[in-house]
């Protein structure tokens, strides 16, 4: 090949022609070949992706989407990538995304405001997405300002936001429940609650349900202590709980703030689970090697990333919305941070 015909092609990159020749095969050959058209024999089907490979062609995404109608890619809209369960939730949307044959593309909202989540979708249709998965806890999904597109499939994951969209979450009340009540049933006369920043959907539905449990059992709803998910706000809330001798069991709304509790009564020379029982929420995998190791609620983080991703290609695929909201069960797992109340004197 003539140099100055090599450097016109590192320039504009390899094409379908170049492949065409080198595999000694048609252009509509490698069209298919590209495609995964299924109408290619084998022994051909090696032979012009040995082609590719050896060139460097990628087969140009955006033109076959104009031509199949799909781009092949999920946009997830995210806030707050440090939070465990915002990492773990994305891992399982990434993961069950691939499976599927979706590539994620992934724009963090660094402001949660009504702008920026309007502007965000914004970005994303510009980018050519099939559809949106949003993945923000904050209350700001709740107002009416913040605008969705028409026509783009979308699917709204752990959210209390009345939208006409799909709504995939774990069932926050429902474990919250099991940890009031696993402490009720263990004989404390309450359950005391340090629960996550008051803007987060899911700190608010394990609070209200906490609280509406204590009140179906008729006992008294101590005092709310807010934390901000980080086992430092554990133990700064849990200095306040350690001192107070009536506080014997203590329902966290995450693991990570549990952990700051358990040091706080350790301190404090409050044994866990003698003086205080403590229960969690995550079930992250260091929670069975606390000391000792934590009692906790289980989320199934990637059967809400694979649920999220199915309804959305639905949606994708049938071109209209699935209302049906769908609550993926928790499970107590109970470990040895939790015991009957230490009789009193």
Do not use: C
């Not at 009340?173 to 920043?197: I, Y």
């Not at 695929?317 to 009957?340: M, N, Q, Y």
């Amino acid at each position: 090949m003539p140099a100055d015909e090599s450097a016109v092609r590192r320039r504009r990159g390899p094409s379908m022609a170049d492949v065409a020749q080198l595999a000694g095969v048609s252009g509509q050959t490698v069209s298919r070949v590209a495609n995964d058209r299924l109408n290619v024999d084998a022994t051909t089907r090696d032979r012009v992706r040995a082609a590719m490979r050896e060139l460097g062609y990628r087969p140009n995404s955006a033109a076959r989407a104009l031509r199949n109608g799909e781009f092949r890619s999920i946009g997830v809209i995210v806030f707050e990538l440090s939070s465990f369960g915002t990492t773990r939730t994305l891992d399982a949307i990434a993961t069950a995304a691939t499976i599927s044959g979706y590539a994620i593309n992934l724009l963090p909202v660094l402001d949660v405001t009504q702008n920026a989540v309007t502007n965000a979708f914004s970005r994303l249709d510009e980018q050519a997405v099939d559809g949106v998965i949003i993945l923000i806890e904050a209350h700001t999904l709740d107002e009416a300002g913040v605008l969705l597109p028409d026509g783009l499939p979308v699917v709204v994951v752990d959210s209390s936001a009345h939208y006409d969209y799909p709504i995939v979450d774990t069932d926050q009340a429902q474990g919250a429940r099991l940890a009031t009540e696993h402490l009720l049933e263990l004989g404390h006369e309450t359950v005391w609650h340090l629960g996550g920043p008051p803007t987060s959907f899911a700190a608010d539905r394990r609070r209200r349900s906490w609280e509406q449990t204590l009140i179906d059992h008729g006992r008294d709803v101590p005092p709310v202590l807010d934390g901000d998910w980080t086992s430092s706000s554990g133990y700064e809330a849990g200095r306040r709980l350690a001192v107070n001798d009536k506080v014997t069991a203590v329902f966290v709304a995450n693991d990570q703030m549990a952990l700051g509790l358990l040091r706080a009564l350790y301190e404090r020379g409050r044994a866990v689970p003698d003086d205080v029982s403590v229960v969690g929420f995550d079930d992250m995998e260091e929670a069975a090697h606390f000391w000792p190791p934590l009692t906790t609620v289980r989320q199934t983080f990637a059967e809400v990333g694979r649920r999220s991703v199915d309804a959305l290609i639905a949606e994708i695929r049938a071109g209209e919305h699935h209302h049906a909201p769908v609550a993926v069960p928790t499970e107590l797992i109970v470990r040895r941070s939790t015991a009957p109340p230490r009789p009193r004197p």
